[in-house]
């Protein structure tokens, strides 16, 4: 018992917080819709209501007319106390016709006038939400399913157009024609008669909101699934060579269905329990319509009301049923709309890890030096990453960081570029901490090649060009030959226009890396950094790329995290990171001479180049003895 009660009441806490959080919603889209320094929007959502109105004061007016015309057509002698002249008939069916193509005008004067609002909504709405993904952290990214997101806010962007066309122009204006009937009801054929309409249409709108609120649970599980579906099918498809690589199309297709399936026994139960609520609506609607027509007739039958009364009666009471025939679907539909909404808005309210300080400024990169004081990291608190990391990079030096996979190397790189904050210490730039500047600035100064190239679903001149935008088609082609691509773009038929494919996939790891390189080039940064840029060369185009990358690092600050040893004799000092902290610092003949951790490093590689030299020449022999046989 205790148990139940307990139960109930984190539900009722549960329903009050919904509200509040529904009625945060409300406002947060109504701050969209009431722009502030926006006068032109804000007469138009004046002149929409304005129009809506009328359309609805017209709308109740209609059966009057019509009723007067069926007065005259069966023969009573007069209508509202006038007599009726031969012409009035004709001029009632007029007017009739008229008032509905009013109503129906102001309608969609109303619908004309409200659109270039509603469209101003949504597309600042999701213009506020893609700049705010771009200012979440790494972190973020990195945790989210791209799938699910994009579902969150394709959901909630429809939403909000569906907000914006029923809650508006059904809601609001079935309330006010419910309001009108009844008290024309109460002022024309009595009390009892607008107490019934009034009783039954609370009991309809009762029983929708209650059965729509119970079926809601299986509209959350739709979309539930639907999202998981949706994300599963596009992180298998984003990742398709490795589904290949290990035959995995009929799991792959397993789990999509098994989402499927959960999401179809949903939608089938959803629609079960529609079929209840649509029952049970015309239960209700036909109850309240029988009961006031046989009053209606017993009124005619007494001679207090005419047939027109009648008719009268029957039109306001269909006036006010249609609208209401489709609230459990426009509940049902704001509430999840209110829902989804909500999941963006909270998405915007989210807060990005990495903010800019209040006082932050622009940085200026005189000689470019960079200082790492007692620097501590962690993504989580029980796993350390650097401990105590401190190291100076003189300003147009070259300082290369080496060490085993997890060591924490490129660890640093993020941290420079300031994807992550440290936990204590400092990281300074020509004495500048990082932390006291913009952004955007300390990132315009730093160009990265990063060890996994990732390219846009576009042209290779697109993508070269991300470097910067505004650079001319030579500039384009002069940095595509610092990095040894030039003449590769130029055998392919579309050339620079050639498109590279999702994530780049047309191109293989070595062309990827290259229009990186290119980019990044085109950046003219004062600071570079290379995450294994030379990774996915090989040996010979490998050594054209150090060749150009120790050109433009001239006068630069450079730092490389570095993979082959080979790629670093020639920089200036080379940083051994080993769990998280600098265990041997030198050029490359210090650290040889030492015969420690880097010198075991550099043994390791010789005898790998050994091997693998030794593989290619019996390659060659075994191509040789094919050709003497031939």
């Given at each position: 018992?205790?148990?139940?009660?307990?139960?109930?009441?984190?539900?009722?806490?549960?329903?009050?917080?919904?509200?509040?959080?529904?009625?945060?919603?409300?406002?947060?889209?109504?701050?969209?819709?009431?722009?502030?320094?926006?006068?032109?929007?804000?007469?138009?959502?004046?002149?929409?209501?304005?129009?809506?109105?009328?359309?609805?004061?017209?709308?109740?007016?209609?059966?009057?007319?019509?009723?007067?015309?069926?007065?005259?057509?069966?023969?009573?002698?007069?209508?509202?106390?006038?007599?009726?002249?031969?012409?009035?008939?004709?001029?009632?069916?007029?007017?009739?016709?008229?008032?509905?193509?009013?109503?129906?005008?102001?309608?969609?004067?109303?619908?004309?006038?409200?659109?270039?609002?509603?469209?101003?909504?949504?597309?600042?709405?999701?213009?506020?939400?893609?700049?705010?993904?771009?200012?979440?952290?790494?972190?973020?990214?990195?945790?989210?399913?791209?799938?699910?997101?994009?579902?969150?806010?394709?959901?909630?962007?429809?939403?909000?157009?569906?907000?914006?066309?029923?809650?508006?122009?059904?809601?609001?204006?079935?309330?006010?024609?419910?309001?009108?009937?009844?008290?024309?009801?109460?002022?024309?054929?009595?009390?009892?008669?607008?107490?019934?309409?009034?009783?039954?249409?609370?009991?309809?709108?009762?029983?929708?909101?209650?059965?729509?609120?119970?079926?809601?649970?299986?509209?959350?599980?739709?979309?539930?699934?639907?999202?998981?579906?949706?994300?599963?099918?596009?992180?298998?498809?984003?990742?398709?060579?490795?589904?290949?690589?290990?035959?995995?199309?009929?799991?792959?297709?397993?789990?999509?269905?098994?989402?499927?399936?959960?999401?179809?026994?949903?939608?089938?139960?959803?629609?079960?329990?529609?079929?209840?609520?649509?029952?049970?609506?015309?239960?209700?609607?036909?109850?309240?319509?029988?009961?006031?027509?046989?009053?209606?007739?017993?009124?005619?039958?007494?001679?207090?009301?005419?047939?027109?009364?009648?008719?009268?009666?029957?039109?306001?009471?269909?006036?006010?049923?249609?609208?209401?025939?489709?609230?459990?679907?426009?509940?049902?539909?704001?509430?999840?709309?209110?829902?989804?909404?909500?999941?963006?808005?909270?998405?915007?309210?989210?807060?990005?890890?990495?903010?800019?300080?209040?006082?932050?400024?622009?940085?200026?990169?005189?000689?470019?030096?960079?200082?790492?004081?007692?620097?501590?990291?962690?993504?989580?608190?029980?796993?350390?990453?650097?401990?105590?990391?401190?190291?100076?990079?003189?300003?147009?030096?070259?300082?290369?960081?080496?060490?085993?996979?997890?060591?924490?190397?490129?660890?640093?790189?993020?941290?420079?570029?300031?994807?992550?904050?440290?936990?204590?210490?400092?990281?300074?730039?020509?004495?500048?901490?990082?932390?006291?500047?913009?952004?955007?600035?300390?990132?315009?100064?730093?160009?990265?090649?990063?060890?996994?190239?990732?390219?846009?679903?576009?042209?290779?001149?697109?993508?070269?060009?991300?470097?910067?935008?505004?650079?001319?088609?030579?500039?384009?082609?002069?940095?595509?030959?610092?990095?040894?691509?030039?003449?590769?773009?130029?055998?392919?038929?579309?050339?620079?226009?050639?498109?590279?494919g999702e994530r780049g996939l047309k191109l293989s790891g070595g062309e990827k890396q290259r229009v990186a390189i290119a980019r990044t080039i085109l950046k003219n940064p004062a600071i570079l950094l290379l995450d294994e840029a030379t990774s996915a060369l090989d040996s010979h185009t490998e050594r054209d790329i150090q060749q150009s990358l120790e050109k433009i690092s001239e006068q630069r600050t450079a730092i490389v995290i570095a993979h082959r040893l080979s790629t670093i004799i020639n920089v200036n000092e080379i940083l051994v990171i080993d769990d998280g902290e600098i265990v041997e610092r030198g050029n490359h003949r210090v650290l040889l001479a030492m015969e420690g951790v880097y010198y075991q490093m550099w043994q390791k590689q010789q005898?790998?180049?050994?091997?693998?030299?030794?593989?290619?020449?019996?390659?060659?022999?075994?191509?040789?003895?094919?050709?003497?046989?031939?």
């Amino acid at each position: 018992m205790v148990s139940s009660n307990a139960t109930d009441e984190n539900a009722s806490l549960e329903d009050n917080e919904n509200a509040e959080n529904h009625i945060a919603t409300v406002r947060e889209l109504w701050r969209y819709l009431w722009p502030n320094g926006r006068i032109d929007l804000k007469i138009r959502v004046i002149l929409a209501m304005a129009f809506l109105v009328m359309a609805k004061v017209i709308g109740v007016y209609v059966p009057f007319l019509f009723k007067d015309a069926v007065n005259t057509l069966t023969g009573d002698a007069e209508v509202n106390g006038t007599m009726i002249a031969a012409a009035v008939p004709v001029g009632l069916i007029i007017g009739y016709g008229t008032a509905r193509v009013l109503t129906q005008a102001f309608g969609e004067i109303r619908d004309a006038i409200f659109v270039k609002v509603g469209q101003h909504a949504l597309r600042n709405i999701a213009l506020n939400t893609f700049r705010h993904l771009h200012l979440l952290s790494l972190r973020f990214h990195l945790e989210r399913r791209t799938g699910g997101l994009s579902r969150v806010i394709e959901r909630a962007t429809r939403g909000i157009d569906f907000l914006l066309r029923f809650m508006l122009f059904n809601i609001i204006p079935t309330i006010l024609e419910i309001g009108m009937i009844s008290s024309i009801f109460w002022i024309n054929f009595g009390f009892l008669y607008a107490l019934i309409t009034f009783l039954c249409l609370s009991s309809y709108i009762y029983f929708t909101i209650a059965v729509t609120e119970w079926r809601l649970k299986y509209r959350r599980e739709m979309n539930k699934q639907d999202t998981r579906a949706n994300g599963r099918a596009i992180d298998s498809l984003i990742n398709f060579e490795t589904v290949k690589y290990f035959t995995s199309e009929h799991h792959e297709a397993d789990r999509y269905d098994k989402s499927l399936k959960q999401y179809a026994d949903a939608s089938i139960r959803s629609q079960l329990s529609l079929t209840l609520l649509n029952i049970g609506q015309g239960f209700i609607i036909s109850g309240g319509l029988i009961a006031v027509l046989l009053m209606g007739a017993n009124g005619v039958y007494d001679g207090r009301f005419t047939i027109g009364d009648f008719v009268l009666i029957n039109a306001l009471l269909i006036q006010i049923y249609i609208p209401l025939n489709f609230l459990g679907f426009v509940y049902r539909e704001i509430k999840q709309a209110l829902v989804d909404m909500e999941k963006m808005f909270m998405l915007i309210a989210k807060n990005p890890e990495i903010e800019d300080a209040e006082n932050a400024t622009d940085i200026k990169v005189a000689s470019g030096e960079i200082e790492f004081k007692n620097v501590c990291f962690h993504y989580s608190e029980d796993r350390p990453i650097l401990k105590d990391v401190s190291f100076k990079v003189d300003g147009g030096t070259t300082t290369a960081i080496v060490g085993s996979s997890g060591a924490g190397k490129s660890t640093i790189s993020r941290i420079l570029f300031r994807f992550y904050d440290i936990s204590s210490g400092s990281v300074t730039i020509d004495g500048q901490d990082i932390r006291e500047i913009k952004q955007i600035s300390l990132r315009r100064q730093i160009g990265v090649v990063p060890q996994d190239t990732v390219l846009f679903n576009d042209s290779i001149k697109y993508n070269i060009s991300y470097g910067d935008h505004n650079a001319t088609d030579e500039e384009i082609f002069e940095a595509a030959k610092l990095a040894k691509i030039h003449d590769f773009i130029l055998t392919l038929p579309e050339g620079y226009d050639t498109e590279v494919g999702e994530r780049g996939l047309k191109l293989s790891g070595g062309e990827k890396q290259r229009v990186a390189i290119a980019r990044t080039i085109l950046k003219n940064p004062a600071i570079l950094l290379l995450d294994e840029a030379t990774s996915a060369l090989d040996s010979h185009t490998e050594r054209d790329i150090q060749q150009s990358l120790e050109k433009i690092s001239e006068q630069r600050t450079a730092i490389v995290i570095a993979h082959r040893l080979s790629t670093i004799i020639n920089v200036n000092e080379i940083l051994v990171i080993d769990d998280g902290e600098i265990v041997e610092r030198g050029n490359h003949r210090v650290l040889l001479a030492m015969e420690g951790v880097y010198y075991q490093m550099w043994q390791k590689q010789q005898e790998l180049d050994e091997v693998q030299q030794k593989l290619k020449e019996l390659e060659k022999n075994d191509e040789k003895a094919c050709i003497k046989e031939a």
